[in-house]
């Protein structure tokens, strides 16, 4: 019989450190436990994904800009899972479910876009536990004033500092000079 996390976590958050993840998986963590969904989950799915696919991807003579879009498409069809738990557990319609893998979708070309950018993991894999610690965002809040400001303040340094962030020579000076054996 499965119990409602947050009774767990109320029940249990005296006697031990708890972790929650923005999917209700409840986690006991003690010394050097933490969170399997924040953690290892994206190094996994990182390591396939970007580490062992982009590259071999790269050498088969795609270009850079749909590989940025085409393996976000087998990210998505893994996390199929997800939908089909949020549409049937949770009820809602097959359309509202479908928006995890939209938004799966954009999130695995941001971190594509990461990987072949700089060529380094550690960018995306970072983008991608931040992202499994905060959950899907919240686009429309009812409140407006600081979180408005905030939300659109953000956006927009987002798209003004997302190329000379991820310019290729902060990061590594061979990441033009690849060759595939």
């Known amino acids: 019989m499965l119990r ?5 976590m109320d029940k249990v958050a005296s006697e031990t450190n708890v972790t929650q993840c923005s999917s209700d ?3 006991e963590s003690g010394i050097g436990n933490g969170c399997i969904f924040c953690e290892i989950t994206p190094l996994t799915e990182e390591l396939v994904f970007r580490a062992c696919m982009i590259p071999l ?3 088969g ?7 940025i879009f085409l393996c976000p498409t087998f990210f998505s069809l893994v996390h199929l899972n997800h939908m089909m738990e949020i549409y049937s557990h949770h009820n809602y319609s097959l359309l509202k479910a479908s928006m995890v893998l939209g938004y799966t979708a954009v999130f695995g070309s941001y971190s594509s876009f990461l990987f072949v950018r700089t060529g ?6 970072i983008a991608h536990a931040f992202c499994n610690y905060m959950g899907l965002p919240v686009l429309f809040v009812p409140r407006k004033g600081l979180v408005s400001v905030a ?3 953000g956006m927009l340094s987002f798209a003004w500092l997302l190329f ?3 310019r290729p020579d902060l990061y590594n000076d061979r990441t033009n000079k690849k ?3």
Do not use: Q, R, S
Request: aromatic share 10%.
């Open 151 to 153: 939300f659109v303040a």
């Open 179 to 181: 060759k595939c054996c």
């Open 120 to 125: 380094n993991l550690v960018a995306p894999l």
């Open 57 to 59: 991807l790269l050498c």
């Open 61 to 67: 003579g795609f270009k850079a800009y749909d590989i």
């Open 164 to 166: 000379p962030l991820t």
């Open 25 to 27: 998986l409840t986690i």
């Open 4 to 8: 409602n996390p947050v009774t767990v």
